[in-house]
Structures are given as C-alpha cells and as structure tokens.
C-alpha cells in the first residue's frame, strides 16, 4: 500500500505524537517537584477521582493495537472467527469480580507488588514465583510486538516505507521508527508519562471511534451493503464467512475462554489492579468495562466495513489503517492514525516497564544480586526494559505479521500456565508447590511445542494458535488445552506428593488475609514500587 | 473456582446462589456457540450472531451489577454494617 507519502496525514499525526512526548517529558520533570503522588492518582484505580473520570482513563487504556488494528484484521481476513474478542472480553468481567479482590487483600496486606511475589509468599517456593516471573516476561513480549505491528502498519500506510517491492531497508523502515520511538518514549519518560498524556491520547482515542463507529457505516450506505459485501468476498475467497461453521465453534469458543481466563494474569494488568485504592473499587470497575467491550464490537466490524469500501491489501493488518485514509479527509485521517500510534505506544510502553520490574525484583534480587543499590536496580530494569523490547523485534521479524492476532495468542499460551499457581493459591493452598511447578513446565512445554508446529500459508512454524485437541478431536485454542493439561498433572501429582509425604514449603499469608479490606489493621493502601527503578 | 467469591461458611444462602448464577451465566451463554451462530434474525442489517454478542455485553454488566450489590448486601449483613 505504498503510494506515495499522505503528506496531510503524515503532519498531523507528526504534530499529535510531538505534541504528547514532549507533555510527557514535561510531566516527568514537573513531578519531581511536586507532589508524588499528584500523578499516579491517574489511570490506576482513580484515587481522588470520580467513577466517571476514572472509567474514562480506565477504559483509554484498554484500547490498544489489538483493539484498533489486531481484531478488525482477523474479521476482515476470516469473517466471524475474529470476533471471539467480544465474548472474550465479557467473560473477563465475572472472572476479575471472583478472583481480583482476593489478590488485591492478600498484596496489601504482605506488601506484593508481583505475582511472583504472592506465589513465593504463599507456596514458599522460589523455584515456583522464578518460574512465574521467567512465564510473564515472555508473555509479555509477543503483547509488545502486538503494538509495534500496530504502529508499523499505520506508518506504512501513510507511505513512510513499508510496501512489499522495495529493498529490506525500506520494507522494514517502518517497523524499525517503531521500536525506536518506543525505545526512547520508554527510557525517557517511564511510567509517569502515560499518567499524564492519558487525558490527551483518551479524548483522541474516544473521538476517532465514535466518528468511525458512526461515519463509515453511514457513507457506505448502512450495514445491510457493508454485511452483503462482506458475505460475498467471503462466498468468493472460499475463505471465513459471517458466522462460524460447526467445525469452527470450539475454536471460537476456546480461544474466547482461554484468552479471558489469561488476560489478569499479565505482568503489567496486576500491577494496574493492585494500584486501586480499595477492593471495592476493583470490584465496581468491573460493571463500568462493558462499554469498552461494545466499542470493541463496533470496531470489530469496521474489518467488514473494510471490505464494503473496496480496501484490498495483502497484508490484512493495514486494512483499517487504509480504510480510514480512503475515507476520512487527510486531516482527520492523520487524527486517526496518532490515535492508533499513540493508543499503541503508551501501552507498549507499560508492558515494557512491568516486565522489566518483574525481572529486576523476582530475578535480580532474588537470585543474582539480593543485596543490589536502588542505583544497580534503575540500571537493571532500564536495560531489561530494552531487551524486551527486542524480544519483540524479533518476535515481529519471525513470526507472520499479516495475522497479529496470533502475537496476543501465543503471549497468552505462556501466561495462562501461571494461573493454576495464582489463582488456585488465592482460593487453596491444597496444591503442592512441586505439582504445581510441575504442572506449568508441562503446559509451557506442550504449548510451545504445538504452537510450533502450527504452520500457515506465510509460516512453517507458529503460523496459528489452534490446534486438535488430543482426545476431543475438535480445533481448538492451545493455550487452554496445555492449561487443562498443567491441571491433570498438577492434581495427580499433588495427591502423589501429599502421599508421599512430601514438604509442604512454608505460607506466610492466613485466611482472613484474603478479604481484608483497606482499613483494616495492616493493610497497606500504598504499595511499595515494585523496584527503585519504576521512577525511572 | 468457587461459586461465590469469598467463601466462608456457612456457605450456601439464597443470594448467594442467585451471584453464583449471575457470574456463571455469561460461560454458558458464550461458550455455547452453537445457540447463536447464525444470520438471521438480523437487526438493522447486522446478523444475529454479531448483534447477540454485543447485547450480552449489557446483559453481563446486569448480572455483574446485580451480583455486586447482592455481595455488597451479603457482607454488610455478615459484618454488622461496618462498611
């Protein structure tokens, strides 16, 4: 899709991205004046703010690549299959209503700021929480190379390299401009800069769906013509259809269940729930997150609009992108794209950074260096930020980027095998810590193993995230078979070690600690940063 | 997982069930694909299965919403009114 630089849109969408690093630089010098805590209010639970202003943060931050770019190019590429991120999304909440105030009670009441800081605390086992710690910051970086994909595929539809017939240099330019930018907004601005352009890249992310919610539907003569064109790309292409066939169902089913059931579990979603000022409001947040579930369903459906409009790229990951240039004025189209760019960059960023926390608390001062300097551990976690940002250069130079989809996937094939230690410990301290370690060795070997062998038309290796159930014989989501998987064997073999008689590792958390409320005797409302290096 | 969020006994009271179901009634809905994967009826030219979805949207945050203040109730009646 390269035809030429789009001169308007490239300038506005230059201005806007300016415009929020150099607020975010700012921030980052205006905060170390003032009040400390001036700026964490924001984004993380609202701690002075009201319900409304809080959701309004609260649900910017939701919208990242995989919102704008990822989902709309499944359903422009396969049709119905793509849209199991709705359902996806819906099951989400009855999950954080069961499970998140009980991670939150026990954290503020022990001092966690990981995951890995609750497994060791509860099973006694520092082979489990490293094992939980190694899990998160692998996961999270397909989830960052999700982000780049995004911000790539907007830069090469305003024309700035990319295209498929050009030097390597050219075709990966964009991608490249990607990770730098990341790189630098990370180093220079850290987690404070996203607390403060939030307002910014929020009220431009709200305004780009609600015009393209509304907008685009009505140009192309209502959702009758967009579903008629769509159903007869689909009929011709021999490929996806509108509602998945029966052999499909598991699939869509499965992929909905697991990618809900690992989405809490990621390294820098626990650190944005445990930031909350109490329980509660983890728990009324809850009923306020459907709206984004919707805005995801109307965004979804702007892949079939795609189609409606006569956008044909190869790559599906450009077909939003593009659509918004054909159809909005170049101005506006240039408003879009920074909100895609930034609404990726931000995020990105976070992931990053919790990543790099997790490593340098759970890994570096745990197992290398435990007696390191505030000083040594900002250094860590700089560098270690970086290398997960490589990690997902090179996850997006290996794996297929026309289905970035597939990226979030695979990040949640690892993650989920860190829920049977995370939440069955929040509920049971029934399981025994060797089962349970290994369990998720089993489920992070077969999930790595079968998502290797996926192959697609562009890959041999990892080309999908579905594959036959042994046993069932259906298609269905690996990251929850190789999670069932990490069960059996963590069950069997906790019977098997309780037999045995087998130590049980010491629990430093009680019951009571798992309801305890903000309030009550010992409950920290403000959590330690995870490392000295989170200012950074 | 556990029925209610929090388990102490005793366990099983009314309410309690009626949060159990609300929190489970989106499982069921959605993994059961079958019951709603098809065109028609469509609504305002969108097909069943895409509008059907985006209604269970509001429909979860209903049942969530009802389970909230039902667990709200619950404890508050458990704690003798602290909160």
New interface residues.
Partial sequence: MNDGVNGVALAVFIIFFLAVTVMGFLAARWRKAENEHSLDEWGLGGRSFGTWVTWFLLGGDLYTAYTFVAVPAAIYAAG?SG?FA??Y???V??LI???L??LWSVSHKHGYVTTSDFVRGRFGSKGLSLAVAVTGILATMPYIALQLVGIQAVLDVMGVGGGENTNWFVKDLPLLIAFGVLAAYTYSSGLRAPALIAFVKDTLIYIVIAVAIIYVPVKLG??????GAASEKYTTAKAGG?????AG??T??TL??GSALALFMYPHSITATLSSRSREVI??N??IL?LY??ML??LA?LGFMAIAAGVKVTNPQLAIPQLFEDMFPDWFAGVAFAAIGIGALVPAAIMSIAAANLFTRNIYKDFIKPDATPAQETKVSKLVSLLVKVGALVFVLTMDKTVAINFQLLGGIWILQTFPAL?GGL?TRWFHRWALLAGWAVGMVYGTVAAYGVASPTQKHFGGSAKEIPGIGEIGYIGLTAFVLNVVVTVVLTFVLKALKAPDGVDETSPAD??ADAGDPGVQVELPPATAGTTH | ??DA????PPVVTPARVVIAL???A??VA?????SY???DP?F????F??WY??L???I??A???T??KL?QRDQRARHGGTK
């Fill in positions: 119905a849209f709705v359902p999304t819906i099951l909440y009855p209503f069961t499970f105030p009980r209502g959702f009758d013509d967009v579903f509108l509602v998945p066939l029966e169902q598991w869509y089913a909905a269940l728990r009324r809850t009923t459907p579930s919707l369903g109307l459906l939440v509920f798992y309801t | 997982m556990s969020p929090e388990v102490r609300c929190l489970v989106p499982f959605m993994l059961w694909v079958g994967a098809k065109v469509t305002i030219g969108i097909p299965f895409y979805q985006m269970w949207v509001l979860s945050t049942l969530t919403m389970a909230y667990w």
